[in-house]
C-alpha cells in the first residue's frame, strides 16, 4: 500500500477539518507599521507555520552537509581499489609483509 499518500490525506483531511471549524473566526494582526484586521485564524497558523519552515531550512541544510562530508570522509578505500590489484601482477601478501617490516621494523614479540 501507498503508505505516504495515505498518510497525506489523513493529513490534508485533519487541516480541511481544522479549517472548516475556524472560518468565522477572525484576528487583527500588527506589524507595528501596519495592522492587518479580520484574517481568519487559519491563515494565522499556517502563514506562521510556513516561516517557521522557511526559518529553519538553512539548518537542516548544514546538517545535512556535514553528515554528507562525514559520511565522505568515513569511507574506506577496497581493496579492489588499489593498483596492486589492478595490475596483472598482484603482490603476494607475505612479501607485502616483508617490506612492511623492512620499511618499519618488526614489531612482532
Do not use: Y
Not at 487583527?28 to 517557521?52: H, M, N, R, W, Y
Not at 578505500?77 to 617490516?101: G, H, L, W, Y
Amino acid at each position: 500500500m501507498p503508505w505516504r499518500l495515505i498518510i497525506f490525506i489523513a493529513v490534508f483531511t485533519v487541516f480541511l477539518v481544522f479549517i472548516s471549524f475556524n472560518l468565522e473566526n477572525k484576528c487583527d494582526i500588527s506589524f507595528g507599521f501596519a495592522k492587518l484586521t479580520e484574517v481568519p485564524v487559519f491563515i494565522t497558523i499556517f502563514t506562521s507555520f510556513i516561516l517557521g519552515l522557511l526559518c529553519s531550512l538553512p539548518l537542516i541544510m548544514h546538517i545535512k552537509k556535514r553528515r554528507a562530508e562525514k559520511a565522505h570522509m568515513s569511507i574506506k578505500p577496497k581493496i579492489e581499489d588499489a593498483p596492486e590489484a589492478r595490475s596483472e601482477n598482484p603482490v603476494d601478501p607475505a612479501e607485502a609483509r616483508k617490506r612492511f617490516r623492512a620499511r618499519h621494523g618488526d614489531k612482532k614479540k
